[in-house]
């Protein structure tokens, strides 16, 4: 009797940490898509044979090196802070690097170090942004895998994601293709797929 007068209320904690924990997640992702600060970052081509892994498109950026100052040490998987502009086409390029938080008022990311080329001139390291993966419905996933695949082979349909930064915490809102929506191209062909059957 006494252990079951323990066992419910330690129950319903645990079952309230739980809940807690994904709902302030939640919470501070749709605080940064309502308050942050919007970037294009212009993708990629990606691996022709594993493009998709699951509900999600696996995502590379043209911007992810910078250069680096090599009398610091700099570790393979280490938090950075990058800082941030826009270049003439309206697309995101990085700036500088810091270890630490960096005291400017230019926008800047959290992200991690991916490789470290100081044998290149000038030496740079490259960067692993925290969101190369857009999660979909798994529905959409065999048409956004196509859609995705041959905007990377025509050079004439630009294609890029939308982030949302906020205090170095990012987002990513949508990826566009040839100035519309995945998601909106996905779901005219599968309508239109459904009116052929």
């Given amino acids: 009797m006494k252990n079951k007068k323990i066992f419910i209320p330690l129950f319903i904690l645990v079952a309230l940490i739980q809940l807690y924990i994904p709902a302030k997640m939640i919470m501070e992702q749709e605080k940064i898509l309502d308050e942050g600060q919007t970037f294009k970052f212009k993708t990629q081509p990606i691996d022709p044979t594993d493009p998709f892994r699951g509900k999600y498109i696996v995502l590379n950026y043209e ?36 270890k630490d938080k960096p005291e400017t008022l230019e926008p800047f990311i959290i992200a991690r170090i991916g490789g470290i080329h100081d044998y290149e001139k000038p030496p740079t390291l490259r960067i692993e942004y925290p969101f190369d993966r ?33 205090n170095g915490e990012a987002v990513l809102e949508d990826v566009i293709v040839g100035n519309k929506s995945i998601k909106e191209i996905v779901k005219e062909r599968q309508a239109k797929s459904n009116q052929d059957d």
């Fill in 134 to 166: 857009y999660y979909m419905e798994e529905s959409m996933a065999p048409v956004a895998e196509t859609v995705h695949r041959e905007s990377q082979r025509d050079s004439l349909v630009e294609s890029y994601s939308v982030i949302k930064i906020l």
């Fill in 63 to 98: 911007a992810n090196s910078v250069v680096i100052d090599t009398s610091k040490q700099w570790n393979y998987g280490d938090e950075i802070y990058v800082t941030l502009s826009q270049n003439k086409e309206g697309f995101t390029e990085p700036v500088d690097v810091f």
